[in-house]
């Protein structure tokens, strides 16, 4: 006779804070999984909560909170498989970020992660105490190891629990995207089993947190290696986990296999769902942004239909004395075939209006950078007071490589709620735009076609402050300034090592400078979507006030 065991794994998208509205979820894949004959219904680490909670888990009350939903859920999951969740746990004055185990109206079980991760966007050293390592669950089929996220990323847990009687590990995870972090949690899975011989289920989170993206993608694997299972990125998903009794141990019996997409597509999907959860998750139903005729707001519009539906996202033009004809035909095809509506409000007069009222401060004074930063001020401030009248959300527009050397106006095109670019090089922004106009996918909400055209991704950039300005007259080429960018803010690298990469050292060492010195713009900044290992907030934290410069 063959002894079977489900495992059903709901790779669902919980809210930070709504511990209700978590619980209604986990209760809806539970009886999913009770419809479909499982033993075992398992969501991600810290469901309850959401993930991550930062210093709101500091708070007592949330603690007893989460907890007393998880009680809850115990109880309304009495009768059927058994539940395994993630959430905190507090003895005494120790709190845990733990994985329980509810069955028969109670809670069965509780395993308290042991690695806590604190680098990059975790803080879990500052936030939760270690807990000691355990057990595996008994159940009526295979004994579980609970190594949770970070726990699996070494050998540690998962040797212990397997060595104490493992014969499956069920790895609940908070594991957010960055740019094909697939392969590496793939690697640190597939040594877990094949240093432990048993299969592995590997449940990630799904949805969008503040700058962070879970992005689903879980996986089975069988010893060896053997991929039995791939659900799907970027979507929530539930699937049936089937593992078999042979006579060499528990193996899973071969299911589904999504596919994974390329990376730019990842990217891609990650800036859509992000701005798409943090908009409902938030309460926002529509956005509006500046729609400049140049490619990185035109990307954001994009981005924005496909979130949210083109009758969401109010595109608007505010054209000046600078504005040129081309720019004024490149927004409107591009909010045209978004489908998006576009409003075009003139900044001239307002422009005249504050020149007329710092005249007598400003007199005799040459025009310079004032000027230019009054026009971008003066859209904010008319794209902000339209954002309060209609009640959309302002999105803002800077790409990476501005972001980083502070080339955009605070208090001017810096304003906003959200910027889903903030992550994305320039040089990748048109590669983004050019993947969009060729693929359409069923997850995007506006039309498919060339929606960013061929004029808007070829123009040179501009900022268009003061006549023929180009963004190349005070940065390097945008290929150059990337690399530059790349080597010192994601990579770490010194000056030294940039210039033995072939570049010019003045250069590098302005680069440098302007990184550091805007340093109090990026603190001021709109989140944004986070793409990469050292994106900025979290992965890369520099003091404001600092006159260290790299003399290598
Ligand atoms: N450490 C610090 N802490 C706090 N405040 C600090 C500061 N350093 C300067 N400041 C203040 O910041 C202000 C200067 O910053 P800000 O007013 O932004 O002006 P600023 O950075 O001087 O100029 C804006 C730059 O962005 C470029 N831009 C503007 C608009 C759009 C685009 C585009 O293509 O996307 C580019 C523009 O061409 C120019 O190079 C000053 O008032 C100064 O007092
Ligand atoms: N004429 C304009 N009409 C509407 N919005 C504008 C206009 N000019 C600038 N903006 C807003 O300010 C942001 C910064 O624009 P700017 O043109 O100065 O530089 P950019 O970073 O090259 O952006 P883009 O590629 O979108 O033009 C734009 O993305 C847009 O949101
Ligand atoms: N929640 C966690 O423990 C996350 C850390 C983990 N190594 C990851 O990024 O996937």
Not at 183 to 212: C, F, H, K, S, T
């Amino acid at each position: 006779m063959t002894y079977t065991y489900r495992i059903t794994i709901a790779q669902l998208n919980p809210t930070v804070g709504d511990l209700s509205g978590n619980a209604e979820l986990a209760f809806g894949a539970w009886e999913q999984g009770k419809a479909a004959g499982a033993d075992l219904v398992a969501l991600p680490e810290m469901f309850i909560t959401g993930y991550q909670t930062q210093d709101m888990i500091r708070r007592s009350g949330f603690i007893l909170a989460a907890v007393a939903e998880i009680e809850a859920l115990a109880r309304r999951c009495a009768d059927g498989p058994t539940l395994a969740i993630g959430g905190p746990a507090l003895d005494g004055v120790r709190l845990h970020n733990s994985y329980y185990m509810l069955k028969g109206g109670a809670i069965i079980g509780r395993a308290d992660k042991h690695f806590l991760p604190n680098f990059n966007v975790f803080d879990e050293v500052r936030l939760f105490n270690r807990g000691e390592i355990q057990g595996p669950f008994a159940t009526t089929g295979p004994r579980i190891g609970t190594p949770i996220c970070e726990d699996a990323w070494y050998p540690d847990v998962a040797e212990a629990q397997v060595e104490s009687g493992a014969e499956v590990l069920l790895v609940p995870n908070g594991s957010p995207y960055f740019r094909d972090k697939f392969e590496v949690r793939l690697n640190n899975m597939v040594a877990r089993v094949v240093e432990n011989d048993v299969p592995l289920i590997y449940l990630n989170l799904l949805g969008a947190q503040d700058d962070q993206v879970f992005d689903g993608g879980s996986f089975v694997l069988n010893p060896g290696g053997q991929l039995a299972m791939q659900l799907p990125v970027f979507e929530d998903a539930i699937a049936h986990v089937d593992l078999e009794r042979t006579d060499d141990g528990w193996r899973v019996v071969d299911g589904a296999k999504a596919h994974l997409p390329e990376s730019l597509e990842q990217d891609y999907h990650a800036m859509v769902l992000s701005l798409r959860d943090y908009c409902r998750k938030t309460g926002f139903k529509k956005v509006l942004l500046g729609l400049s005729g140049g490619v990185d707001s035109a990307i954001v519009a994009t981005i924005a239909a496909d979130a949210l539906g083109p009758d969401n996202v109010r595109c608007v033009m505010l054209p000046s004395e600078y504005t040129s004809q081309a720019s004024l035909d490149d927004a409107a095809a591009c909010a045209h075939a978004l489908g998006c509506k576009l409003d075009t409000v003139s900044i001239k007069e307002p422009v005249r209006a504050v020149d007329q009222a710092l005249a007598h401060l400003f007199d005799g004074l040459d025009a310079d950078l004032t000027e230019e930063n009054i026009q971008s001020r003066l859209r904010g401030l008319l794209l902000m007071a339209q954002s309060n009248k209609f009640g959309e959300m302002l999105l803002t527009t800077g790409n990476k490589s501005e972001v980083a050397v502070g080339y955009a106006t605070i208090y001017g095109d810096m304003s906003g709620g959200y910027n889903p670019i903030k992550d994305l090089y320039k040089t990748r922004v048109f590669d983004i735009c050019r993947w969009r106009n060729a693929n359409h996918r069923p997850w995007m909400m506006a039309p498919a076609g060339e929606v960013i055209s061929v004029a808007i991704i070829d123009k040179p950039p501009s900022a268009e402050l003061r006549p023929d300005q180009k963004d190349e007259d005070s940065l390097p080429p945008y290929p150059v300034l990337d690399d530059i960018l790349f080597r010192l803010v994601d990579e770490e690298q010194s000056v030294a090592d940039c210039v033995a990469a072939g570049h010019d050292r003045a250069v590098v060492k302005k680069i440098e400078h302007l990184i550091y010195i805007s340093e109090y713009k990026r603190f001021q900044s709109a989140p944004g979507t986070r793409l990469s290992k050292r994106a900025f907030w979290l992965d890369r934290r520099y003091p404001i006030v600092n006159r260290w410069r790299d003399n290598s």
